[in-house]
Nanobody
Framework: DVQLVESGGGSVRPGGSLRLSCQAS????????IGWFRRTAGTKRDPVAI??????VYIESVKGRFTLSRDNDRNIVDLQMNALQVEDTAMYYC???????????????WGQGTQVTVS
């Protein structure tokens, strides 16, 4: 398994920016899909951006505003968030899934989350 710790959350005005960071340890993330998820209500965590150590897939609402970057040597995955909107308010999590050929397995390893509040 891989241990994940998020940081960089906070409060920001609409239109502002934040950069979230996910520090991984225990495994080399080059063999993992790394995703950013968010929880806005209840317990369900919805995907925001999924990276396969290659193409990154974003949900439509964040395209052009959020950018995921990966540094396999340092085991760090960042999420740059620009032009933040009130609707982006959520608890943000990073998660890891085994890279199985060209597809991701189940996301089983999760960080504690970092709160992003846009108001």
């Amino acid at each position: 398994d891989v241990q994940l710790v998020e940081s960089g959350g906070g409060s920001v005005r609409p239109g502002g920016s934040l950069r979230l960071s996910c520090q991984a340890s225990g495994q080399t993330i080059s063999d993992y899909c790394i995703g950013w998820f968010r929880r806005t209500a209840g317990t369900k965590r919805d995907p925001v951006a999924i990276d396969k150590d290659g193409p990154t897939v974003y949900i439509e609402s964040v395209k052009g505003r959020f950018t995921l970057s990966r540094d396999n040597d340092r085991n760090i995955v960042d999420l740059q968030m620009n032009a933040l909107q009130v609707e982006d308010t959520a608890m943000y999590y990073c998660a890891a899934a085994r890279l199985l050929g060209a597809v991701c397995g189940e996301f089983r390893d999760w960080g504690q989350g970092t709160q992003v509040t846009v108001s």
